[in-house]
């Protein structure tokens, strides 16, 4: 019997080695074209991608569009075209950590260097057997690729995606324009944190002419994260192995859970969404990006603050079947909190990706925003 399990464990550490080293999916014609029509600029020798599209002829209008977590700029793919029928120019990015952009290695808890997940052992064909004979994992591992002198702890901050987003602009040449923001989950912290720095008039800040907020924790005391994001966050013993081991069929299992029943995403879509996280390794930082539910807490009086303070035109696109911040509780301390603000909610069955879900509504409800002042 005690033979048997041996063969067996034998056999399972090739096999969890192959499983750790299985290649990102290929990216879709639709995901490649994305890439394609977008460029690359550095940030603190990080590369981020980006997609610059010029609009309607006559509008000198701006809009730069900031996405939610896990996902990428290719969230606003579906009212893409829509916007560039309104705007002189349509801006969207990956943050770093996100999408196509750079996803470095990050700062563990209290500080200590977390092992470089991007350097984990590939599989060593001539040390294969060697591995097999005494059952053990690192045997028969090499690194993958070599280690880039440049590399260093990277700490994951809201701060730090907003300061990313000026230097695009600056890089574009936009950062004396009004610039329309819309911005979702994630983003929408990020865009809290660009409209402070505008109203204290910091330097280097972008000029913006009106700020559209949808379905992000505006308000952590209404945020719901999910149960694998409180694990990931808090940074334990589990968060190295839940991310090694993540794939395909938990993501999707885990992100259908705030999309709506009738609003699902296709099988494809699904595919795209998980290709563009496993781009440069970037389930292995997922829960170091997942910081930001803390520093939401730690922050909360600066960026609820900057909201309230603003003269800048605000409005809301919401998706009230939303689990991540439920109605009726988010949307009634929105209201009570941000009476100046503006609101559009969409169907009942509309969750927490609405851009996605009723493509047509968010882009009508922004233009109506848009065409209101």
Known sequence: ?????????????????????????????????????????TYKERSIFYRDSAGAVGSSDV?????????????????????????????????????????????????S?????????????????????????GVFLKPSRPRSARQRPHRYSIFEQAS????????????????????????????????HRYEHNRTGSILIRSLCLSNGGIFPETHRPRLIQKVLKDRGLLAPVITRLMNFFFFSRGL??????????????????W??????????????????????KKHRERWVGALKATSVPLHLIYGPLDPVNPHPEFLQL???VLPASTVSVLDDHISHYPQLEDPTGFLNAYLSFIDSF
């Open 164 to 195: 990313i987003v000026e230097g695009l602009l600056r890089h574009l040449g936009l950062h004396r324009h009004g610039i329309n923001l819309v911005s979702h989950d994630y983003g929408d912290t990020v865009a809290q944190e660009l409209l």
């Open 275 to 296: 290709a563009a996280v496993r781009t440069n390794d970037g389930h292995l930082v997922v829960d170091s990006i997942l910081q930001y539910i803390n520093q939401r």
């Open 63 to 111: 809009v730069v569009l900031l996405h939610g977590f896990p996902t990428s700029s290719y969230d606003w793919s579906k009212i893409w075209e829509g916007l560039t029928l309104r705007f002189r120019r349509v801006v969207a990015l990956d943050f770093v950590g996100f999408g196509f952009s750079d996803k470095p290695v990050s700062i563990g808890a209290g500080g």
């Open 256 to 273: 259908g859970a705030v999309f709506g029943p009738y609003t699902q995403p296709s099988q494809a879509e699904y595919w795209d969404m």
């Open 113 to 137: 260097r977390r092992p470089d997940c991007s350097q984990i052992p590939a599989l060593n064909p001539k040390l294969f057997q060697w591995g097999l004979y005494f059952g053990g994992f």
């Open 1 to 41: 019997m005690g033979g048997r399990w041996v063969r067996l464990g034998l056999l399972g550490v090739p096999l969890l080695a192959l499983y750790l080293h299985l290649p990102p999916p290929r990216l879709s014609p639709e995901l490649l074209s994305w890439r394609s029509s977008g460029a690359f600029f």
């Open 334 to 336: 929105y209201t009570k």
